[in-house]
């Protein structure tokens, strides 16, 4: 490879001696065009590999929720039925692995769509999963990059910081003394999960002749699942994502308190993503972020901010950022981490976006939201006058988004607003269903950090996406903004 000094090799040493000294990967000068394409093979094949894996998920399932009734019999108390059947199938979506452990994560980011019961149960699957093995570790740094991990780094962990459904986390350090992580995939789970899916969609079609199947819209949920594990299955798209979003950061000259990590190329491949390491305490880690003596509010609106300038205004946003991916740093900044799931919208949804924040923060005027919703088939064109609806949707919000965080939710007027255009038979993008999941984890941490809080309110948000008129709304309500 161009531009390498290499020492004299030494297998399975670490330190100097071995090491690449300048290496320059396959993704080294960026990543190529076609890399970036997510290539979803169809969910409508079904073959003998399907056939087997079939046999094996049932028997699983079988096994698992009966043991768990089995137990519920045995105890005659505790737990109902359901959670106890509930508890069992997630016992099997365990032991029948990411893609399981996958759609229990949906399930348990989606309570309101699912039963109690089942959603409470998936929370288990927001955990880690085990770990695999180090020697296959080192095959697959080979793979992709040509060489072991010892003539690539200064040192090199094989135990895992973090281990989940898709890929797990390697401390290492850098030939130049850079401390960096590689997030790794698990081998051959592009074809293992894709199996499984097809399998998940033919079931959901014939459960889509049910009610329950019906109701749940299993086959929009199968899709839904196999575009975004597909996404996540692209490390190449993750990590061009998370540099474009990490270089958007700073735009406008501000924001200096947020970041995220720097992704290394020269030693980034198909199946891995290198990047520069983070220490600090998760989101939600409440008592410890009051013992540093954090402000709680401050650091999210400052989040929140790069958040809303990423998803109106730049364009990839950050897709799932529960506790695990949104850390206050040891120096005091906060960083939004793993990219596997981010959202992009065009540029009319963009506009809708903007709408909906300039008419709650700044004037008020719902008659531009009233003419988007028709537009878009939210609600119908022949509903009445735009001046009468909007005159009505605003004796409804107002008073809503008047209050603080611990009373009114955003994210659930998103999600009202999302059911509706469901009912007149309009299709939001799923961007939009990924920004109301956003707006809810957002306001599980203001409950806890800033109880008294309105983010629906506070323009400081919108600074720079509308910056003369949040200038002029800032002055009449003589507010000043942090740095």
Same mark, same amino acid.
């Given at each position: 490879?161009?531009?390498?000094? #290499?020492?004299?090799?030494?297998?399975?040493?670490?330190?100097?001696? =071995?090491?690449?000294?300048?290496?320059?990967?396959?993704?080294?000068?960026?990543?190529?065009?076609?890399?970036?394409?997510?290539?979803?093979?169809?969910?409508?094949? /079904?073959?003998?590999?399907?056939?087997?894996?079939?046999?094996?998920?049932?028997?699983?399932?079988?096994?698992?929720?009966?043991?768990?009734?089995?137990?519920?019999? !045995?105890?005659?108390?505790?737990?109902?039925?359901?959670?106890?059947?509930?508890?069992?199938?997630?016992?099997?979506?365990?032991?029948?692995?990411?893609?399981?452990?996958?759609?229990?994560?949906?399930?348990?980011?989606?309570?309101?769509?699912?039963?109690?019961?089942?959603?409470?149960?998936?929370?288990?699957?927001?955990?880690?999963?085990?770990?695999?093995?180090?020697?296959?570790?080192?095959?697959?740094?080979?793979?992709?990059?040509?060489?072991?991990?010892?003539?690539?780094?200064?040192?090199?962990?094989?135990?895992?910081?973090?281990?989940?459904?898709?890929?797990? !986390?390697?401390?290492?350090?850098?030939?130049?003394?850079?401390?960096?992580?590689?997030?790794?995939? &698990?081998? +051959?789970?592009?074809?293992?999960? *894709?199996?499984?899916?097809?399998?998940?969609?033919?079931?959901?079609?014939?459960?889509?002749?049910?009610?329950?199947?019906?109701?749940?819209?299993?086959?929009? #949920?199968?899709?839904?699942?196999?575009?975004?594990? *597909?996404?996540?299955?692209?490390?190449?798209?993750?990590?061009? &994502?998370?540099?474009? /979003?990490? @270089?958007?950061?700073?735009?406008?000259?501000?924001?200096?308190?947020?970041?995220?990590?720097?992704?290394?190329?020269?030693?980034?491949?198909?199946?891995?993503?290198?990047?520069?390491?983070?220490?600090?305490?998760?989101? @939600?880690?409440?008592?410890?972020?009051?013992?540093?003596?954090?402000?709680?509010?401050?650091?999210? &609106?400052?989040?929140?901010?790069?958040?809303?300038?990423?998803?109106?205004?730049?364009?990839?946003?950050?897709? @799932?950022?529960?506790?695990?991916?949104?850390? !206050?740093?040891?120096?005091?900044?906060?960083?939004?981490?793993? /990219?596997?799931?981010?959202?992009?919208? %065009?540029?009319?949804?963009?506009?809708?976006?903007?709408?909906?924040?300039?008419?709650?923060?700044?004037?008020?005027?719902?008659?531009?939201?009233?003419?988007?919703?028709?537009? #878009?088939?939210?609600?119908?064109?022949?509903?009445?006058?735009?001046?009468?609806?909007?005159?009505? !949707?605003?004796?409804?919000?107002?008073?809503?988004?008047?209050?603080?965080?611990?009373?009114?939710?955003? =994210?659930?007027?998103?999600?009202? *607003?999302?059911?509706?255009?469901?009912?007149?038979?309009?299709?939001?993008?799923?961007?939009? #269903?990924?920004?109301?999941?956003?707006?809810?984890?957002?306001?599980?941490?203001?409950?806890?950090?800033?109880?008294?809080? *309105?983010?629906?309110?506070?323009?400081?948000?919108?600074? +720079?996406?509308?910056?003369?008129?949040?200038?002029?709304?800032?002055?009449?309500?003589?507010? %000043?903004?942090?740095?």
């Amino acid at each position: 490879m161009a531009d390498e000094s #290499v020492l004299e090799p030494t297998a399975d040493t670490f330190g100097a001696t =071995g090491v690449v000294a300048h290496f320059r990967g396959p993704l080294a000068d960026g990543p190529p065009a076609d890399a970036l394409r997510i290539d979803a093979p169809r969910l409508d094949r /079904f073959g003998p590999s399907e056939l087997a894996r079939m046999v094996t998920i049932a028997l699983v399932v079988v096994l698992t929720v009966a043991k768990a009734l089995a137990s519920r019999l !045995v105890r005659r108390r505790g737990s109902s039925w359901a959670s106890a059947a509930s508890n069992g199938l997630v016992d099997g979506f365990e032991v029948l692995g990411p893609t399981f452990v996958k759609l229990g994560q949906m399930i348990a980011s989606s309570p309101g769509v699912f039963p109690a019961p089942l959603a409470d149960a998936c929370l288990r699957c927001l955990d880690e999963v085990p770990p695999f093995a180090p020697d296959d570790v080192r095959r697959q740094i080979e793979e992709d990059l040509g060489r072991s991990p010892s003539q690539l780094f200064a040192a090199f962990d094989d135990r895992p910081l973090s281990a989940a459904s898709i890929a797990q !986390v390697h401390a290492c350090t850098l030939p130049d003394g850079r401390s960096a992580v590689i997030k790794l995939q &698990r081998p +051959n789970i592009a074809e293992r999960m *894709n199996t499984d899916l097809r399998i998940m969609y033919g079931f959901a079609r014939i459960t889509a002749k049910t009610k329950i199947g019906r109701q749940l819209n299993s086959v929009a #949920v199968v899709e839904d699942l196999h575009q975004v594990t *597909n996404e996540e299955l692209n490390f190449v798209l993750e990590a061009h &994502r998370q540099t474009r /979003f990490r @270089d958007k950061i700073g735009a406008f000259g501000d924001n200096k308190w947020i970041t995220a990590p720097e992704v290394y190329w020269d030693y980034c491949g198909p199946h891995l993503i290198c990047m520069e390491r983070m220490t600090g305490t998760p989101m @939600d880690e409440f008592a410890a972020l009051a013992e540093q003596g954090i402000d709680g509010e401050l650091t999210l &609106r400052r989040g929140v901010k790069v958040w809303f300038e990423a998803a109106m205004i730049h364009g990839p946003f950050h897709g @799932d950022v529960h506790a695990g991916n949104l850390w !206050v740093l040891d120096d005091g900044r906060s960083t939004y981490l793993d /990219f596997g799931i981010m959202g992009e919208l %065009t540029d009319e949804w963009k506009q809708i976006l903007k709408d909906m924040q300039y008419t709650a923060m700044i004037d008020g005027d719902y008659t531009r939201i009233v003419r988007n919703w028709k537009n #878009v088939g939210v609600i119908p064109t022949d509903i009445g006058p735009d001046e009468v609806v909007a005159a009505q !949707v605003k004796l409804v919000m107002d008073p809503l988004l008047d209050q603080s965080i611990g009373e009114v939710s955003l =994210g659930e007027l998103m999600k009202q *607003n999302l059911d509706l255009a469901n009912q007149f038979g309009a299709t939001a993008p799923r961007e939009l #269903v990924l920004i109301t999941k956003q707006l809810l984890y957002f306001e599980r941490y203001a409950k806890a950090l800033a109880p008294d809080y *309105n983010m629906a309110r506070d323009v400081y948000l919108l600074k +720079n996406i509308f910056p003369e008129a949040v200038a002029a709304k800032a002055a009449e309500l003589g507010v %000043t903004f942090p740095d």
